[in-house]
């Protein structure tokens, strides 16, 4: 499953009734639809009338049903569902509405989104009663909304995880961090699975724990001392035979 969308429009109706002072009371609708999937094969509609802040009823197309949660919602509910045209509208408003302008709206936000940088690193390795820490990281990425899961061997972990918020770099992008806790075992398969819009399916990165991160560190600098040494003696060399080749040597 991808990751949750939201996708909200705001067409309210708001009606006051003022006491002579600067407050009123507010009565409004607010239309919603929520979806997860690229084919919006889950797409839910959502009909709410509140007042005041406080919501009366809604109703919601996989209930198929208004639901009231005040005294006087339940009544405007039982009415509603009574009455057949309103019902048949209702139920509706899915096809009509929320997938129509889903389709035009992630259209154009699709083509925005920005792919997040992923990296998994061991922040802690097992030892004793401790158990090891991975962290995984997703950087620059556009929009805000992304899901960082574990898999063990293909399974969802859910204990032992932590992740931060979607944090703001400042600069429309943002970055999130999950940590891992567990008890490494033999032939396992840790992975870090991202979900972000701008992927087509979920990004799976596999933890390769051959090699301690210390180990890994020390060997990619050794690697890079030992390049670099090769090519200042290959410089060496070839500076020395021009200096050689320049030389009038006289015999004593």
């Known amino acids: 499953m991808s990751l949750l969308k939201l996708l909200i429009f705001h067409p309210i109706l708001m009606l ?3 006491t002579g002072t600067a407050h ?3 009565t409004y609708t607010m239309y919603d639809c ?3 999937t690229s084919d ?3 797409m839910v509609y959502l009909n709410s009338y509140s007042f005041n802040q406080v919501v009366d009823l809604q109703f919601n197309s996989s209930v198929g049903k208004y639901v009231g949660y005040t005294e006087q919602g339940v009544k405007f509910a039982e009415n509603f569902n009574k009455d057949p045209a309103i019902m048949q509208q209702q139920k509706a408003e899915v096809d009509r509405f929320c997938r129509h302008n889903a389709q035009i709206w992630d259209s154009a936000v699709r083509d925005k989104s920005v792919k997040p940088k992923i990296t998994l690193r061991s922040a802690r390795q097992a030892g004793g009663s401790r158990p090891a820490v991975l962290v995984c990281s997703a950087y620059e990425f556009y929009p805000k909304k992304i899901k960082v899961s574990w898999l063990r061997d293909g399974k969802e972990m859910t204990s032992d995880v932590t992740s931060t918020m979607e944090m703001a770099d400042g600069n429309w992008f943002y970055q ?3 940590e891992l806790e567990y008890t490494p075992k033999s032939g396992e398969k840790i992975s870090c699975m991202v ?3 701008s992927f087509s399916k979920p990004m799976i ?3 390769d724990p051959s ?3 210390g180990e890994r560190n020390k060997i990619a600098i050794g690697a890079s001392g030992l390049v670099l040494g090769i090519i200042i003696a290959a410089a060496g060399l070839i500076y020395y035979k021009k200096k050689s080749a320049g030389r009038i040597l006289v015999p004593n």
Do not use: Q
């Open 16 to 18: 006051s009734a003022f």
């Open 24 to 26: 009123g009371y507010y």
């Open 34 to 36: 929520v979806y997860s």
């Open 40 to 42: 919006y094969s889950d």
């Open 176 to 178: 999130i961090h999950s």
């Open 195 to 197: 979900e972000h819009a």
């Open 205 to 207: 990165t596999d933890w």
């Open 211 to 213: 090699l301690p991160e």
